[in-house]
Every structure is written in C-alpha cells, then in structure tokens.
C-alpha cells in the first residue's frame, strides 16, 4: 500500500468532512419531516378551547365497539322457531 | 340446553337477560346494570346532568367527551353516513319541537296543541367530531338525539360485558325490543319473539325465529305515540322534514351481526319507505316489513311462515 501524500490526506479529509455535514444535514431534514407528519396526523386543540364535560365511566368503548365498518354486517340467517323458554321479544318500544 | 332470564325497568324500558350458564346470570345482570347506568349519565336525552345534555346546552364550544360519548357518537355519525342521512342524529331539536322532549311516561299525559313546521335537520356533517382527541363541536341550532343508535348500541355494550362477566356460555341483551347477542348460543339458536310491540308476551301475535349469532332490532310508529290537538305523532323522524315519518312501513325488523347495524337498517327502512325494500336487499339483510295496512313482507333470508320466499 503506497503512502498518501500531505495534499492527499488533507483532500481526502476535507471530503470526509463535506461527507460527514452532508450526513447530519440529511438526517435533520428527515427528523424534521417526520416530526411534521406526526404533529398532522395527530391534530389535536388547544387546551384554552376545550371544555370539558367528560364523566367517569367504567363500560369499555373503543372504537371496536361500534363495528367502524364501512356497510352493515348481515348475519347467519335467523330460522322459524316456536315460543318456548328463554323467549324473548322484538318490538318498537 | 336451559336458560336463565332475569328482566326489570331501565332507561324507560324493559331490559331482559338471558344467560346460557344460568349461575352467571348473577354476574351478567350486574355487567349489564352497570353499561346502563354508563349510557344513561353520557347520552341520556332527559338527564340534564348527562354528558349529552351538557354538550347540547355548549353550541360553538369544543368540548372533550367521555369515551362513552364518543363511541356514541361515532356510532350515530357511521350511521347516518351508511344510510345517506335517513338516520341522522341532528334531529335532537326537531323531536323536542314534536313534543317528544320528557320521559315518555310523562309525554303521552299531554294533549294540548302544538305548531310544527317542515324544515330540514341540520345534517350529520355539521358535527365537528375528532375521535382521536375525543372533541365535539356542535355549531348553534345542532342538537344531537342518540336515541335511535344508542339505545342499540348499548344492548351490544351490555351483551359483550355480560359475557365477559360470565366467561362463558352466551348471552343475551334485549333493550325494549333491540336484542344483542354475545358467546355460544342455547342449542337451536336464540329464540326471538318478533312483533310490533316490544311489551307483546312472548306467545302473543307475531312470529317466533331462531337466531344463531348477531343482533335483531325493530323499529315501529306504532309505539311511542303522541297526541297534540288533532295531530297524532311518533318517535321515528325524518330528517328531511323534521315530522314523524308517514312512509308506507309501520313496522320493521331486521337481523345483522350486531343490534347496532339491525337498528341502523330497520329505522332507515322506517324513513326510507317504499326504497327500503331494495336498500335492505343490498346489504343482504334478513328484514319482516310491515305495511301499514298489516301486509308482510319477508325479504333477504329473512324465514317466511308460509314457505314462500319474496
């Protein structure tokens, strides 16, 4: 392996270094994007203008609850019965 | 397979759970007592101190709900958006302004006059909901009703607790006539009385089917009815006009995997009228329709006593 000249090893780390800024430039640039992305997708408001009204309950409600289906969800087809124990009504009310 | 029934009185209707292990029953009727009073303290419509109320009473104010609330709501707003606005929680004010603004037990009391106008609702669009922050902002003149929606997706709230509760066998959840399903069914299926009237005895009119899984609700002007002056009026609105419905169906019952999505379908139908009957075949829902005049129709799988399908 022949040794660099003085000329060379200063070019080869200049280039390192223009390397190097580039690198932490990228990056920088990449953690600011993300950061924006995240912030627009997670809008949220402002505490000032936020009332609350929220009461404490125990009854589970995420948004599985609610089928967030886009159509409605047909099921297996009911048959004819005959009224016996456990029968109960479907009606308005 | 026997089965153990406990039934009582909640948010001014009957509440009925069975339970497939009869020594959860305990369990399950105490997951199911609890949901109600949840539902009653977010969305009642007739508790000034709900959460629904006090949204109601804040219009142009962002206000944060429970999770509850925005289950509910979120619920109301798929609703309208499945069903191109026939069920539509903006009719809060229009079914205040047709008298319909107390505890039913306390409105059929009442008979004096009333003046009522046609106007359209404002529409679900005009909600401000964000579900992931849990805000609501109601602009002025919007006033949510979640009694439709809410009241069957309470039944399934309360079927799968009480599943949970019992952590085993099934269960069901019948709120005033909207039954939700949840676990392993009795041998044969869930035995559904289906009428017009939720207070009909279980071997009264109407016709008994077996359900294998999901949710069954009906929907009818024929209950919930109210006299002012000369006009004779119901619960079921349409948003177009903001009046009861005067369409050709009286009465619809519909079956789907959950008692959310037969509720969402059988009072469409009301408010659709005549187009209910295509509408419900597209999304292959088993439905009963009544007429007005007592004519029946059986459409999807829904099973025909007489054998011959529609």
Not at chain 2, 213 to 231: E, I, K, Q
Request: aromatic share 4%; glycine share 10%.
């Amino acid at each position: 392996m022949n040794a660099l000249t003085p000329i060379q090893r200063d070019r080869g780390l200049q280039r390192l270094r223009r390397l190097t800024f580039g690198a932490t430039a990228g990056a920088l640039v990449a953690v600011v994007g993300v950061s924006y992305v995240a912030a627009a997708s997670y809008a949220g408001k402002s505490s000032a203008t936020a009332a609350s009204t929220t009461t404490s309950t125990t009854t589970t409600a995420d948004s599985s609850s609610t089928s967030s289906s886009t159509s409605l969800q047909p099921t297996q087809a009911p048959t004819t019965g005959s009224s016996g124990s456990g029968t109960v009504t479907s009606g308005g009310s | 397979m026997t089965v153990a029934l406990k039934s009582w009185t909640a948010l001014g209707t009957s509440v009925h759970v069975i339970a497939t292990d009869a020594d959860g029953l305990g369990r399950a009727t105490t997951a199911v007592g609890d949901v109600l009073e949840d539902v009653d303290t977010a969305y009642s419509r007739f508790r000034e101190d709900s959460e629904l109320s006090r949204l109601n009473a804040s219009p142009g104010r962002t206000v944060r709900v429970s999770p509850l609330l925005a289950t509910a709501i979120d619920a109301a707003q798929r609703a309208a958006r499945l069903t191109d606005g026939a069920v539509d929680p903006t009719i809060g004010q229009a079914i205040r302004v047709a008298g319909y603004d107390d505890d039913f037990s306390r409105i059929a009391a009442q008979d004096g006059p009333i003046n009522l106008r046609a106007w359209r609702v404002p529409g679900w669009q005009a909600i401000r909901f964000d579900r992931r922050s849990r805000t609501v902002l109601l602009p002025p003149g919007v006033e949510l009703d979640l009694g439709s929606t809410g009241k069957a997706l309470a039944a399934d709230l309360a079927a799968r607790a009480a599943l949970a509760a019992t952590g085993a066998g099934g269960v069901l959840v019948s709120l005033g006539g909207d039954i939700a399903t949840a676990g392993t069914p009795p041998a044969g299926g869930w035995r559904i009385h289906v009428t017009e009237d939720s207070r009909e005895k279980p071997d009264g009119d109407g016709e008994v089917i077996c359900l294998p899984a999901g949710g069954v609700a009906t929907s009818s002007t024929t209950v919930r009815r109210w006299t002012r002056g000369a006009a004779v009026l119901h619960h079921i609105i349409d948003p177009q006009t903001s009046l009861p419905t005067t369409g050709p169906f009286r009465t619809v019952t519909v079956a789907a995997a959950t008692c959310l999505d037969a509720n969402i379908a059988s009072t469409a139908a009301i408010v659709r009228g005549t187009a209910a009957i295509e509408w419900l075949m597209g999304w292959g829902l088993p439905a009963r329709l009544v007429e007005n005049d007592g004519t029946i129709h059986y459409i999807g799988r829904w099973p025909d006593p007489s054998g011959i399908a529609a």
